[in-house]
């Protein structure tokens, strides 16, 4: 019968002595470096900085394909501690182009790819984003609720601001599976929903001053 991930442990050596940690652990990375993501540059004319920019994209398309081609315990071994991951997520969260702000097409006319680029990275961004908000993948691979509770939220794979950025980008077109998936993180994790409410008490006493 299948173990949950938040409740298998391993034996790990060191020097003569073996000691019991936990599968999901810092030692289970391969500590793969993630570029993080900037924007389209306002200067389109200048190659070399578009060069850059090409580039940086290719790298973190590959960075997330690698990542979705783990297995269970790999993936979530690099989201949970490897800290290059979520400075990359943060940075195309916080500065991807919203759909509400479209970038005109004409932008990226003079850019071999370029639109090409920034939807697949998008694409790849949600996929992951789904995966980490799943908590059962198969009868093999899964966690149970509460574990999963915990290991989203003590890691910080999400909080608040990050959710309202995830709605920004995703909200407008994939509305009813984005639904689903928040809705699944806050069944699991009741914590959100009091982080919610304090998030928005402080906008409102902040707005109503």
């Keep these: 019968m299948a173990v949950p991930l938040d409740q298998q442990y391993k034996l790990e050596?060191?020097?003569?002595?073996?000691?019991r940690i936990p599968v999901l652990h810092p030692s289970g990375m391969d500590q793969h470096y993630f570029v993080t993501?900037?924007?389209l540059?306002?200067?389109?004319?200048?190659?070399?900085?578009?060069?850059?920019?090409?580039?940086?994209m290719t790298f973190i398309c590959d960075d997330l394909t690698w990542l979705l081609q783990q297995n269970h315990i790999k993936f979530w071994c690099e989201v949970a501690f490897n800290k290059d991951f979520h400075s990359m997520l943060?940075?195309?969260l916080r500065y991807a182009p919203r759909p509400q702000r479209t970038i005109s097409i004409n932008n990226y006319s003079s850019i071999i790819n370029g639109k090409e680029l920034e939807e697949?990275?998008?694409?790849?961004?949600?996929?992951?984003?789904?995966?980490?908000?799943?908590?059962?993948?198969?009868?093999?691979?899964f966690f149970t609720p509460q574990g999963f509770g915990h290991v989203i939220y003590d890691?910080?794979?999400?909080?608040i601001p990050r959710l309202f950025d995830i709605c920004s980008l995703y909200?407008?077109?994939?509305?009813?599976?984005?639904?689903?998936?928040?809705?699944n993180i806050f069944k699991q994790q009741e914590?959100?929903?009091?982080?919610?409410?304090?998030?928005?008490?402080?906008?409102k006493d902040v707005s109503y001053k």
């Excluded at 789904?130 to 993948?137: G, N, P, Y």
């Excluded at 890691?155 to 909080?159: A, E, H, K, L």
């Excluded at 914590?191 to 906008?203: E, G, V």
């Design 37 to 39: 993501y900037i924007p």
């Design 13 to 19: 050596k060191k020097g003569i002595i073996e000691e």
């Design 191 to 203: 914590a959100y929903t009091k982080d919610l409410h304090d998030a928005i008490k402080s906008i």
């Design 171 to 183: 909200a407008v077109n994939n509305k009813e599976l984005l639904s689903k998936m928040i809705g």
């Design 120 to 141: 697949k990275l998008s694409r790849l961004i949600f996929m992951c984003i789904l995966r980490l908000s799943t908590h059962k993948e198969s009868s093999e691979n």
């Design 155 to 159: 890691n910080y794979i999400f909080d």
């Design 41 to 56: 540059p306002t200067n389109i004319e200048d190659g070399a900085t578009i060069e850059q920019w090409i580039e940086r």
């Design 90 to 92: 943060d940075s195309y």
